[in-house]
């Protein structure tokens, strides 16, 4: 009757709430697994490596925000306990055909690419139709259920803590800075002290040579008086 239409329109509306929550962080992960890949890549044909290029905090960041999705929630009692399961997934390795090293088989090959997570959201909305409260527990449910999980670990991976892995990893590239500043301050302290010295070391040898071609003259003088004595 007319009385169950508008809690069909509300859960209608919820579930499009849902999926557009889910296709915002599908595009967010994607991004920022992308800027991971520029920060982590090296161009072949120009030799040209990324500024941190086998970093591997960079490299750690990669495989946790992998891992993560790909995780099975084991504290949830759903049908569910995957992303997979409900149409959260990485996409499918991209081959390429070619020859082999004689130049005369065919063979098929993966391309390796950035990791990219897809939603299928025919395949969410079939999953929570056989089992809503399922799919909001795989979701929702404290401490165990993909939201929470997700979020602790961020904040392992990039959390403003001490002991998040990529403020450690800031941590020491400060560090090691300052020590180089250091190092910078203290050689050219050094080399200006070595300037210092080797001016004074010039400065003395000039002198030294003015001295010693005042004492030629002196000599030549003494030597010419004394032949003009014999």
């Not at 960079?58 to 504290?75: I, K």
């Not at 990485?90 to 939603?119: H, M």
């Not at 301050?185 to 002290?193: A, G, H």
Request: proline share 1%.
């Amino acid at each position: 009757g007319t009385g169950t239409d508008p809690v069909t329109l509300s859960v209608s509306e919820d579930l499009d709430a849902i999926v557009s929550q889910i296709e915002a962080f599908v595009t967010a992960y994607n991004t920022v697994m992308k800027s991971i890949g520029d920060l982590d890549s090296y161009n072949s044909d120009t030799q040209q490596q990324s500024i941190l290029f086998n970093d591997y905090s960079v490299e750690s960041a990669r495989r946790s925000l992998t891992s993560m999705v790909q995780r099975t929630m084991s504290g949830v009692s759903g049908s569910f306990s995957r992303l997979s399961q409900i149409g959260i997934k990485f996409s499918s390795l991209t081959y390429e055909s070619g020859t082999d090293e004689s130049g005369k088989k065919t063979v098929n090959y993966a391309v390796a690419k950035i990791p990219q997570l897809e939603f299928d959201e025919d395949a969410f909305r079939q999953a929570y139709e056989q089992d809503p409260d399922g799919v909001t527990e795989l979701f929702t449910k404290a401490d165990t259920g993909f939201g929470d999980y997700f979020n602790d670990q961020l904040e392992k991976l990039a959390g403003t803590g001490g002991t998040s892995t990529i403020k450690s990893r800031l941590s020491a590239m400060q560090s090691s800075q300052k020590l180089l500043e250091d190092r910078i301050s203290y050689l050219d302290v050094m080399l200006e002290k070595k300037e210092t010295r080797l001016y004074n070391q010039f400065y003395a040898m000039e002198q030294a040579l003015a001295n010693m071609q005042s004492q030629q003259t002196a000599l030549a003088s003494l030597s010419s008086l004394a032949a003009s004595m014999q």
